[in-house]
């Protein structure tokens, strides 16, 4: 099977869009807290990494953030009417079964341009504690040069209640960002080595950054 053709790298104008609707969405539905989020850089490129416990996390963040971002989004998203929603507001399709290289290059080419990458580094949606980080986020950081900004979505997955289901109507939701960083060694390299150490170290200092959070909100 032929890789799919590369689409044009998204632009901000749907992103901002995107930005909008979740504003207006979150703040309706929830009661979202935000912490921390001047420590967000108002220009350049960025990589945010957040947690992930529930499927709502990715629009929070998307209503929460000072800047519009653009998700690398599980390619079982794209179906029905979600498809071309996603895509007008700057997601971006990815094929977790193996080395996706057009979205790749989509991710890397929102970075060339100083725009915001949204990553889930625990690869799905799990326990939300940064305990299993993949490599994806790690190339992405040393390969761009661009800082990681942490950042925690706490009160999503409450005890008690199954995973998949919805928080409450207007539940208090916490967004805590922390101090962006840079994951390589200043080195350039990106071999192996380099690769695995700054893994190491990204998830050092999201597991810092979530700590932290915890006992800020009280989760």
Partial sequence: MSPRRAPAPPGPRGAEVGRRLG????????????????RMPATGPLILAGNH???????ILIGTS?????FLVKKEAFTGLL?????????????????????VGTALAV???GGVLG???????????FAQLRAGLAYFAVRSGAPVLPVAVLGTALPGRRVRS??????RVDVVFGEPFTAGDGSGLRTRRALDAATVRIQDRLAAHLADARRATGR
Avoid: K, M, Y
């Fill in 83 to 103: 498809d071309p929603f996603l895509r007008a507001i700057g997601q971006i399709e990815v094929d977790r079964s193996g080395p996706d290289r057009t979205a």
């Fill in 66 to 70: 000072p800047r519009p971002v653009h």
């Fill in 119 to 129: 990553i889930f580094p625990e690869g799905t949606r799990g326990a939300g504690d």
């Fill in 53 to 59: 416990s529930h499927n709502v996390d990715g629009p």
């Fill in 111 to 113: 970075l060339e341009r």
């Fill in 23 to 38: 504003v207006g969405i979150v703040h309706a539905v929830l009661r979202p807290r935000v912490l921390g989020a001047w």
């Fill in 166 to 171: 919805l928080p409450p109507l207007r539940a």
